[in-house]
């Protein structure tokens, strides 16, 4: 006879994942979450039919937080290739930042460019260039000059290969007319703990001496934009502020470029 797993052990028979606390028994002594018997209509025991008992397993359950601890789990994305072990406490966060999720097009999500693309990571710059090619304008160092319009609410979204594709970033920029303000932002693509590797400078400036410039870090394409720019982590700058630089033809010139922090790199 085969010794079972502690992952069999620790399997709750109801819902077939590792038990939570509370952990309740059946008279005859097996174990399941609490949580699985309450609020469905569960009153005998799964395994054997008995009577179910209010009686906690609180050996098992802390040997179940013990070891949910120290274990280390494979990513959900496993099959794909994700090599990252993590503890019951970082998986669920580390699988909605991994590379092997599924993506969603960010040019429709971020500036309604009306695309229903889904697919991996390694798709994600070629369906720009592909589909969206008016997005793929800049580099990871870019000196531009753009037609800006404070009259309207505008949002643009800019695909980024750094160094020939070892890493991708989203710039992101907004003219919001209610809040009278613009910003600019960069996104690693990829996971939060990655995206603090990277920062950027940005630079406004026009043929005098004046210059308007910010060092930021990047976030993760997974961090809320909205919420970067709200708390103006990010670059942003006044209608009153950016007139200051705008040529006779409503035109800003600005340049940016993304760098990695070799000194927290790991
Ligand atoms: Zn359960
Ligand atoms: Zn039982
Ligand atoms: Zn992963
Ligand atoms: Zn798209």
């Not at 590797?197 to 930021?216: C, D, G, P, Q």
């Amino acid at each position: 006879m085969s010794v079972p797993s502690p992952e069999d052990i620790m399997k709750c028979p109801i819902c077939l994942e590792t038990m939570q606390p509370p952990i309740i028994q059946c008279k005859v002594g097996h174990s399941m979450c609490k949580s699985c018997i309450t609020g469905c209509r569960i009153s005998n025991c799964p395994t054997c039919r008995s009577q179910l008992t209010e009686t906690r397993n609180y050996q098992l359950e802390q040997l179940i937080e013990g070891l949910q601890k120290v274990l280390k789990l494979q990513c959900v994305y496993y099959y794909k290739g994700c090599k990252y072990d993590l503890t019951q406490q970082d998986k669920q966060t580390h699988e909605m930042e991994c590379k092997y999720r599924k993506f969603h097009c960010e040019g429709n999500k971020f500036a309604n460019l009306n695309c229903d693309w889904k697919g991996e990571f390694a798709g994600i710059y070629k369906h720009f260039k592909d589909s969206h090619p008016n997005n793929t304008r800049m580099e990871y160092k870019t000196d531009a000059t753009m037609k800006i319009s404070l009259n309207r609410d505008f949002k643009d979204v800019q695909i980024i290969s750094f160094f020939n594709g070892q890493q991708y970033f989203y710039y992101k920029h907004q003219i919001d007319v209610t809040k009278q303000k613009a910003y600019w932002h960069f996104q690693l693509i990829g996971l939060k703990s990655q995206a603090e590797n990277y920062y950027y400078e940005f630079e406004i400036h026009n043929n005098s001496l004046r210059k308007f410039k910010v060092t930021e870090f990047c976030t993760s394409d997974t961090t809320d934009i909205n919420t970067t720019f709200a708390q103006e982590k990010c670059v942003a700058v006044s209608f009153t502020g950016i007139k200051n630089y705008l040529n006779e033809f409503g035109e800003l010139h600005f340049k940016f470029r993304i760098m990695a922090n070799k000194k927290t790199r790991h």
